[in-house]
């Protein structure tokens, strides 16, 4: 099994130097570590909803998962080999880096870090909370990464929705930010109150920057309650956009609204299901009233 997994990490490496080489393929020489930057993030999106889409289907298939994180894969590696072509570190070096911390950062399996209870200590992290509390506790004691604030080390490039989401966990973490659930949906129902207020009275130009003060808070405060019930707010969001797709695509199948009347997508969408549901109804009404006369008719000759 190790073998094959090597040859097949070796062969990848072999292609991608082949790639690169002075005589190898034209695209791939012009590229750098910041021009592929767009390439690696659409790869990852990708292979983030091949996984989603897979986890929802009825009937699973793998194929789709397993070619996007081949492309994810292929841009990890060629970008650390354009840094190795550069002499700063090479794709070794990376594997052996990651391995090297995957060890350190799980004394509770491993046994290879000083300070820590080992596999065989009854006190071993065992968890999934300790597990993730020893993490950070190593990477602060071990490795000596103790930022200033707990919101100094989220990328500013992370997506708004995922930044604020890992913002409030690192805030909650350090016990800076814990708001209670009645708090949060005051505070949701509070916000909400005044947007509605600024649309009932949309003359009012000067509402505008009010209007994105508020939709701030109260998206902040959805975060807030999306952590409070054990949901990720982000992957909630793709699974609605996708449901929103979803309901568009039938929508624009109702001949009745496709024409551009507007009207609220999930209405729309349940109207034909909600008439076919009428629709059986009634059919089933009559067949009981039918059954019902026939039984009593049958009842009244048998007398």
Known sequence: MMSTCAQAFYRLYEIIVRLRAPDGCAWDLAQTPVSMCSSFLEETYEA???????GEAQHSSYAHVQEELGDVLMNVCMIAYMYEQR???SLADVVTALTEKL???HPHVFGQTEGFPGPENPKRAQTAQEVFDQWERIKTQVERRRAASPLEGIPRTVPPLMRASKMQKNASRARLFCPTRTEVVRECARTFRALRAMSENSAE???????????GALLTA?????????VDPVLALIRANADFVRRFSCACSIPAISGGTSVFLSRACHKPRRARTRA????????SRRLFFTRHKLGNMLR
């Open 48 to 54: 983030l909803e091949a996984i989603l889409e897979e």
């Open 87 to 89: 002499g700063v570190f």
């Open 103 to 105: 060890i350190r950062r």
């Open 205 to 215: 130009q000067s509402a505008t920057q009010a209007a994105h003060v508020a939709v």
């Open 222 to 230: 959805v975060i807030s309650f999306a952590h409070l019930v054990g």
């Open 280 to 287: 059986s109804a009634v059919r089933r009404r009559a067949r």
